[in-house]
């Protein structure tokens, strides 16, 4: 959370004696002093030097400030007057370093988020064509677990794996020698090469449309129980 200490200053840019104008209070004339301000906006973040001018009445006689509720249409237009002679500095903005930093971080975060945005679009579009046309060397980062007898089970982690033979209602993959801890799920690429692990034949239509696998084709109970699909990528 970010506080902010806004300070706003009038500085004085031009002062001039109202001649022949009488004070509204002491009926004193040639007394009446006006200064011009410009107004300064300070943020802490960022310095703004506005154009708007402002003005003061103070009778040197009676050493009163005039309210401008009381100041007669003489005392406006020497104020319009100097006002208008006034040399002002130019308005503009200054950004501090805190400013320009925070800028660059959220353009940082901005880019992030369009990128992750970008990458989800890309990764749901390559998942999407392997679902609907599973293609040789189409590559599937699954967990899975294999039947080694009637009663044991051995889970095998995540590794990928990819597709062989594609051939009617079969999909054959061959597994990766070596596993993807879990910790580096996220953004896991596909090695180019160790695919000699064990083969698994696997219907499409389960495969498309529940986006998991398990062999069909097994002997004596053993084989492929199942595998979820964590990533796709395409050749």
């Known amino acids: 959370m970010i506080i902010l200490n806004v300070k706003t200053t009038y500085v004085p840019i031009h ?9 509204p209070i002491c009926n004193t004339k040639d007394s009446i002093e006006i200064i011009i301000y410009q107004k300064h906006i300070d943020t802490g973040l960022v310095y703004n030097t506005t154009n708007k001018l402002s003005g003061t009445a103070y009778c040197t006689n009676c050493k009163t400030e005039i309210p401008n509720v009381q100041w ?5 237009t020497v104020f319009e007057k100097l006002k208008a002679e006034s040399q002002i500095e130019t308005p503009g903005k200054k950004y501090s370093i805190i400013f320009k930093i925070l800028l660059a971080f959220l353009a940082l975060v901005a880019f992030g988020i369009g990128y992750a945005l970008f990458s989800a679009k890309a990764t749901a579009d390559d998942k999407r064509a392997i679902l609907e046309n599973p293609t040789i060397n189409n590559k ?6 294999v039947r080694e007898s ?15 033979i594609v051939t009617g209602d079969t999909i054959i993959i061959q597994m990766h020698t070596e596993k993807v801890p879990l910790d580096q799920i996220n953004g896991a690429m596909p090695p180019t090469s160790g695919y000699k692990g064990k083969i698994y034949k696997i219907k499409k239509d389960e495969f498309r449309t529940k986006e998991r696998v398990s ?18 990528q395409k050749e």
């Open 140 to 145: 599937l980062l699954i967990q899975h677990q």
């Open 150 to 164: 009637l009663s044991q089970f051995n889970d095998l982690g995540n590794s990928w794996a990819v597709i062989r």
């Open 72 to 76: 007669t249409p003489e005392i406006e």
């Open 215 to 232: 062999e069909y084709h097994q002997e004596k109970g053993m084989g492929l129980n199942y595998a979820y699909i964590w990533s796709f």
């Open 15 to 23: 002062k001039g004696i109202a001649k022949d104008v009488i004070c």
